[in-house]
């Protein structure tokens, strides 16, 4: 019996310190350490080049490339055409009725193909202009 009295008061004196220690983890929660900032290091600074001095003169000399300008061979004269430039079909003013009147045809046969009536208002001004002897 006096075993069991003994287990009894070990086991109480083990949950009397869980619970103490329970206790103390739902109090204020304990301060986790401050965040890592990381910040990129600034590279540290290199020097200018150094200017190596004026360049040295091959002894052959230079060539002609970087000392004259321009092609270094005069360049061969284009030869004319053969023919005889085209000829325009009329003055401007003719080509221009003409261009005009094949205009007017245009609209014409649009408006057959349309199916719009010969006896409408549009067909019959583009019939008119057609037949004036100035459009011809």
């Known amino acids: 019996m006096r ?3 003994a287990l009894i008061v070990i086991a109480a004196l ?12 739902r109090g204020l929660p304990a301060l986790a350490p401050p965040p890592t900032v990381y910040s990129v290091p600034t590279p540290t600074p ?6 190596p ?3 040295t003169v091959p002894p052959a000399g230079l060539t002609p490339l970087l000392t004259e300008p321009g092609p270094i061979y005069p360049r061969p004269k284009r030869a004319l055409p053969g023919y005889a430039s085209p000829q325009l079909p009329g003055p401007v003013g003719q080509q221009n009725t003409q261009a005009y009147r094949n205009n ?3 609209q014409q ?3 057959e193909r349309n199916g719009v009536s010969p006896g409408s208002e549009r067909s019959r001004e583009i019939q008119q202009q057609l037949n004036q002897p100035s459009s011809r």
Do not use: I, R
């Not at 083990?14 to 983890?25: E, H």
């Open 109 to 111: 046969w649009q408006h």
């Open 14 to 25: 083990l949950l009397g310190d869980a619970s103490a220690a329970v206790g103390q983890t």
């Open 46 to 51: 290199v020097p200018p080049p150094v200017n």
């Open 3 to 5: 075993l069991k009295v």
């Open 104 to 106: 007017l045809l245009g």
């Open 53 to 55: 001095g004026p360049a």
